[in-house]
């Protein structure tokens, strides 16, 4: 029973660390990211990959301690675990080098989180595809060279590799709160050829739940970064401010809400890492791996909200200043909660997840071993 | 990184799991899944079957009659024996007293005490609280007074989990008045056949009669019973505090009680989406928790010492807890059952016991946060 990271891990986490903690504002560092290998990560190791979910988490976790605003989960861990799924070699060689960029481009105007709520169809055209409808919430799609896009062939849905310039397709970005990069896509009758088709006819949503999965626990990580700086800089805060002639940490009840949001803190962390682990002991069970994912998403929801409104109420009215830092950690945890599906959209999928492990029924005993227990140690 | 079990565990777990299955008397494993109330010679029976084993004392050094478990095994032990539906044992003797002896108490006191601690022959409550002191401890009033040969103890100490079973009780008694309020306080062990020992029933609001008052009039207590040395009892206790483990949170304890909740719902065929949706969130929980011990019990077994991260297992699990015996409630709604109150009504103690919550928060903003 070892809860220790490798040197190799540790190794991971520190120069990640010195990256979120120094200068990292508005330019565009992908090529950095690149050359430290950070786009390697969860890769086969033929195309210089290494490790897996761990260490997503190791980068995601200081990324949020340091606020660090990149299209890191969009483009290398949501497309980048796609495009393994999708056995995609010669493309996932060019993301890991840097070479080429891609975003996912699945949710559309009514789906409210549903990967399987696709419209947008693509009509074959003798070798072609002609792909027509409507995205939303595309994540870092500016700097991508290529859009990942579900579309719908037949009643089935499919994953094309369209590229970013392509004819026909129409941009409409939006100011995020946290400054990201995000746009509504429309394609109107854009084609590509049938060698665009990403893995196998019609087995698009698999494909696009494996990355969502795997991007979600890239979240949870971010949260628990976003919350342990927080909490950190409440604890700080409240040592040093003094009112009625002693520092405001000594008040009951205020040592008592931080000792809270240092509980939900750690249920969070137990969580985004029993997400990272469930990712790499599922692989052969989508339901159990959509239930480990969504258990965590709700978990980090509730802890990132509780913790987040705290830190801004015991920092009083600095707390609501937008030059001050906690405003801005609070909103981009707020995005996190929201991001790939909400605690509601997350919760569902739980219920849902839980009751297909039970064939349907609605009786379904926790799991009463811990995760991995009853799975062969790893060699 | 690695949050598995060994194969040598996973054989060890299969081991208890079938000792459990096979050796746990059927009536007592009903009452225990019906939530009655059990007696004392469905606890005695129980601890003689382990005792039998050598499983009884899995927290004592392997020449007194302990196990030599790693702290996995002891968590798998812990975990199996609740999933299976036996009764937790008593701590007071096996887990409280018995190592304080262990540690502080000289040859004599582990002779004559240790055997029937692990027997079962004799049963022991713990003397902490009284009316006047309960989260400030240290301000109890017993007073030990010295006199000759023996120490006389006057006070009242309340609240005493299975007094009237008792055949013994270790209690922090004022031996210095005059000395600062933790300096003056020492363990004494008191047999509770006594001559002025009185053990008053306190009903508590689910109709049970678990805990009691125990009056202490010029009770007269051999020297040879004081633990280690006088005025150094709040050191014991203290040791005591750290010495209890990840056992608080009852998780295991709390999988089983959603496995009933869910029973109770598929039998009663309640389909009802909010309820649902209000016991997922709190299963979501338990997993957050249930992992957050495993990380505690991973520092274990690599060396740590326990410590303030527990504060976080007993409000989360004692509030967890609580949770479910409420679900339990509204899930029946006007048909709640007669089990079913009584255990919302008993559980209010959970959050008060082993430490109230609000104290375990000073403890983790102190300790950890440094407030």
Redesign the interface.
Known sequence: MDFTLTPEQLLIKDSVARFAQGEHAGTDKWAQFAELGWLAIGAPEELGGFGGPLETLLVMEQFGRGLVVSPYVAQAVFAGTILRAAERTEELQRLVEGEERFAVAYEEPHARYDPAAVATRAVRAGDDYVITGEKVRVLDPSTANTLIVSARTGDEISLFAVPAGATGIAREPYAAEDGGDVANVRFEGVRVASSALLGPLGGGLALLERGLDHATAALCAEGLGLMSTMLEATVEYTKQRQQFGVPIGSFQALQHRMAEMFIELELARSMAYRAAMTLDEQRADPVARRRGISAAKVQIAKSGRFVGQNAIQLHGGIGMSEEYKVGHYFKRMSIVERLLGDAGYHLDRYLAARAASHGGQTIAAPARDPVGASAPTRS | ???????DE?AFRDEVREFVATRLPADVRRKVQAGDHLVKDDYYRWHRILHEKGWVAPGWPKEYGGTGWTP?QRHIFQ?ETS?GWAPRLMPFGLQMVAPVIIEFGNDAQRARYLPKIHSGEEFWCQGYSEPGAGSDLASLATRAEKHAGTYVINGTKTWITAAQWADWIFVLARTDPQAKKQEGISFILVDMRTPGVTVRPIETIDGGKEINEVHLENVEVPVENLVGREGEGWTYAKFLLEHERTGTAGIAGC?QQ??AL??L??QNKIDDQRL??RI??V??????????E??T???E??GKRPGP?SS?LK??GTEIQQALSELALDALGPYAERHLAPRYFNYRKTSIYAGSN?I???I???R????
């Open positions: 990184m690695d949050l598995a079990f060994s194969p996973l996995v975990e999933y999988h959603l496995e869910h029973e719902i598929a649902e949706e997922a969130q299963e979501i929980e338990l997993e957050a928790l249930a992992f957050t495993l990380r019990l991973a520092a077994s690599a991260e976080i409000i989360k609000e375990q928060k000073n983790i903003a102190k950890i946060l440094k407030l």
